[in-house]
């Protein structure tokens, strides 16, 4: 689905540096998450907002910030990027009680 | 919060036979259980999904089972096909909010 879209598709950064990860959606979409997936682990949240200027924790919130000024943007930050946050992120997007919507993907490698 | 548990982790089943992915959930209040299929580098995608007011629900050679009493909840795939190889995951959502997924099942069909 072109309605939401993540950017980068992979990146590569350094320990300590602050990264953004950004997710749109066309959808007008209330609800947006952020989830991460490492192997033997699935989908875990991370933070999500059910509409501009609501965000909210989920699972492992621990090292990043959110924002969401405008209904179709919900980008993510690692404030100081650690190993242990190499992962692949999705960004996904619902409206009440529709299904979920994932992009495709962020993969993130901190060295 | 909720939490969702799928097994097995691994399942091998050659090309024909039947493939069945459990999920039991913690959160009774929970009645909207969506299923996931993530082919190798893609986004999850929905294959089904079912709320709590149906046991049952069927979509050609898929289908899902839920039990509230003993909060579980079951995908059969019939005659599977190679194509059917991919990673499975089950979920649990409570109204509009938040969806809690299972580590995720990988599927192989043997041709």
């Known amino acids: 689905d072109a309605g939401i879209t993540q950017s980068p598709r992979y990146k590569i950064t350094e320990t300590g540096r602050q990264v953004t990860l950004m997710c749109h959606q066309t959808w007008s979409h209330s609800y947006m998450f952020w989830y991460r997936q490492d192997l033997g682990h699935g989908l875990r949240l991370i933070y999500y907002s059910a509409a501009a200027d609501i965000t909210d924790k989920g699972e492992v919130p621990d090292g990043y910030v959110v924002s969401r000024s405008k209904t179709e943007n919900f980008p993510l930050t690692l404030e100081s990027a650690t190993r242990s946050q190499t992962s692949v992120y999705f960004c996904?997007?619902?409206?009440?009680?529709?299904?979920?919507?994932f992009g495709n993907g962020t993969r993130l490698t901190v060295t | 919060g909720e939490n969702v548990e799928q097994h097995p982790s691994t399942l091998s089943v050659q090309e024909g036979d039947s493939a069945v992915i459990k999920c039991t959930y913690s959160d009774s209040a929970s009645n909207y259980f969506p299923w996931y299929k993530q082919e190798l580098g893609k986004r999850p995608q929905l294959i089904i999904d079912i709320r709590s007011n149906v046991g049952e629900k069927k979509d050609q050679r898929i289908a899902v089972t839920l039990n509230k009493t003993a909060k579980h909840f079951s995908l059969h795939i019939t005659e599977t096909q190679p194509e059917d190889s991919a990673v499975y995951f089950c979920?649990?959502?409570?109204?509009?909010?938040?969806?809690?997924f299972g580590i995720g099942t990988k599927l192989q069909v043997i041709p």
């Open positions: 979920a649990a959502s409570k109204g509009y909010q938040k969806v809690t």
């Open positions: 996904a997007s619902r409206q009440a009680d529709s299904p979920l919507h």
